[in-house]
């Protein structure tokens, strides 16, 4: 019913604006991409992609990227006829381009974290969904929307990055089914892969193996942090997505329990990435507003790094590890 009513709305509006999370990633960016493609092809309608973060250097390959715009380019007092938030856990999550959102005349969210409330006129969610990429294929099929290759370069992507190659405890079958009817139409994955996990630059390798020989260790070794400064960006010149990949490198040690990084946004803001083996991450980060899957969340926290990092700890303490 939901996925017709989808269909319906599209086929009603004339503007349409998808929108990605900040500080996007593979899920995000594929899933919207896919999802512009499909109107394009099905619908035969243009609509306009946003993104409120710089698109990370690694995802450039992605049919139809280059396409997405800042909130510099776009027109704030403009009112879409549908806006759709894809991988968007929770409203805060697209900053200022909540404006845009609010002012629409139909809003949907599609989304696969457990943490979204359901916060749009139309919710499709599905928590058991590895990605928001795997979420959309499916919803693709029951619609029986064409998948062109574009599309399914775009879904691929944004499945195998939120299930780490297929490594992370939210791979399921389906994952695994969804990600084969794309190499189906014409993927190739080793060369996703290689696009993905191995374009890194100099810079980038040198500024997180910096970044990791500098990670302190507490409570038995079973809980590992690093910490970022705009200071250790700058001396690397490190890109735009430098922690991307970061806090698994953490976690992949095998004392770890949970593993967090600290990125200073301001002198009196950070971010922070979490990662775990068992502990639930999405309530810790739930506490300081943030969220995401229970061993993969984030959050952001007013407060210097230190103060941050004290915060952190001391939730994770109340928390049997």
């Not at 890194?200 to 040198?206: A, D, F, R, W």
């Not at 200071?231 to 976690?251: H, M, S, V, W, Y």
Request: glycine letters at 4%; one cysteine or more.
């Amino acid at each position: 019913m939901e996925c017709i009513q989808l269909n319906d709305i599209i086929k009603s509006s004339k503007n349409i604006l998808l929108i990605s999370h900040i500080n996007p990633d593979g899920d995000t960016l594929g899933s919207v991409c896919a999802m512009y493609q499909v109107i394009r092809e099905n619908f035969h309608k243009e609509c306009e992609m946003l993104s409120v973060s710089k698109v990370p250097k690694i995802y450039e390959f992605l049919p139809n990227v280059s396409k997405i715009k800042t909130l510099e380019e776009i027109d704030l007092s403009r009112e879409f006829d549908l806006v759709i938030n894809i991988d968007v856990a929770a409203i805060d999550r697209i900053g200022d381009a909540k404006i845009l959102f609010d002012r629409a005349k139909f809003r949907v969210n599609l989304d696969h974290h457990k943490t979204n409330r359901g916060y749009a006129d139309l919710n499709i969610i599905n928590p058991l969904a590895s990605s928001t990429g795997e979420l959309l294929a499916d919803v693709f099929n029951k619609l029986g929307w064409k998948i062109s290759l574009e599309t399914a370069v775009c879904l691929y992507t944004a499945i195998l990055t939120d299930t780490g190659s297929f490594r992370f405890d939210n791979t399921t079958a389906d994952s695994l089914k969804a990600a084969a009817s794309m190499v189906k139409i014409g993927v190739h994955p080793a060369d996703i892969y290689k696009k993905v996990y191995e374009s890194s630059s100099k810079n980038h390798v040198l500024f997180q193996a910096y970044c990791v020989s500098k990670a302190e260790f507490c409570e038995n070794d079973k809980v590992v942090y690093t910490t970022v400064y705009k200071k250790d960006i700058e001396k690397f010149n490190a890109p735009e997505d430098c922690t991307e990949g970061l806090t698994e490198k953490l976690r992949a040690i095998v004392t770890t329990e949970v593993a967090f990084v600290v990125r200073q946004i301001s002198s009196s803001m950070s971010k922070v990435s979490m990662r775990s083996k068992n502990v639930d991450v999405a309530e810790i980060c739930g506490v300081f507003g943030g969220g995401g899957h229970k061993l993969a969340a984030g959050c952001v926290i007013k407060g210097t790094v230190e103060d941050s990092i004290k915060k952190i700890l001391d939730e994770i303490r109340k928390r049997e590890i």
